[in-house]
């Protein structure tokens, strides 16, 4: 059966820096799908980022990027110049081709000021 | 606007007393899906469905019935609900069409169960 591990249930970054959350996570497959949720005290799920397993090239969008390691089973996200919006509950999340989706248990992120 | 939007958005109910949770989307979606989110624990899936009445169990289906009568709703239903299943619901719904399209979410449905 497919996991999805997060294993830093809290993290702060100071503003405007950089902060790489974990994500790893356990399939036989070869064809999947990776994403970053972003989970705002409003409780609204937003995407975040996502990564098809065949391609090799790691998905940027704007200030959040992946590291995505495919041997490795390994998917973090690295938030560029972090900002005070950017506190939330993130979620690592799997997906394979029957639309079957593994939730991490999320990283708890806090911006400080 | 295109949106999902579930009903009842905040719900505190007794041991057995029948539910329903609506869940409805205006996006033409064919996929549609339910989790619930408890602490220390992230989202889990409960049902997921590709179509009009095509429905398929996601991990943790116990305790839980769903419909898909029309493609624009998908009905969570707890038959006796119990107090494991205080927890936080999300609908969900998508494309199925192309490599793979974006989920998006309702606002979520507080549900207590004395």
């Known amino acids: 059966a497919q996991t999805v591990t997060q294993s830093q249930p809290e993290m702060s970054v100071q503003e405007a820096e950089t902060v790489t959350l974990s994500c790893t996570y356990d399939?036989?497959?070869?064809?999947?799908?990776l994403f970053w949720y972003k989970q705002p005290p409003s409780r609204q799920m937003i995407l975040v980022i996502r990564?098809?397993?065949?391609?090799?090239q790691n998905a940027t969008e704007n200030r959040f990027s992946v590291n995505f390691q495919k041997a490795a089973k390994s998917f973090s996200l690295k938030i560029s110049d972090s900002q005070l919006g950017d506190t939330a509950m993130y979620f690592c999340?799997?997906?394979?081709?029957?639309?079957?989706?593994?939730f991490g248990t999320g990283t708890r992120l806090k911006v400080l000021a | 606007e295109a949106q999902v939007t579930q009903n009842p958005r905040y719900l505190i109910t007794v041991t057995g007393k029948k539910l329903t949770v609506t869940c409805s989307q205006n996006?033409?979606?064919?996929?549609m899906s339910w989790y619930r989110q408890d602490p220390g624990l992230g989202l889990r899936q409960i049902y997921y469905?590709?179509?009009?009445?095509?429905?398929d169990k996601g991990d943790v289906p116990e305790g839980y019935k769903v419909s898909r009568k029309e493609k624009r709703n998908f009905p969570l239903i707890l038959e006796s609900p119990s107090p494991n299943q205080t927890s936080l619901y999300f609908c969900?719904?998508?494309?199925?069409?192309?490599?793979?399209?974006?989920?998006?979410f309702g606002p979520g449905t507080r549900l207590t169960v004395l």
């Open positions: 969900a719904s998508s494309f199925l069409t192309g490599t793979y399209n974006e989920q998006f």
């Open positions: 399939t036989s497959e070869n064809n999947y799908y």
């Open positions: 990564q098809e397993a065949y391609k090799q």
């Open positions: 999340a799997f997906m394979k081709g029957t639309y079957k989706y593994i």
């Open positions: 996006m033409n979606h064919e996929y």
């Open positions: 469905s590709m179509n009009v009445e095509v429905t």
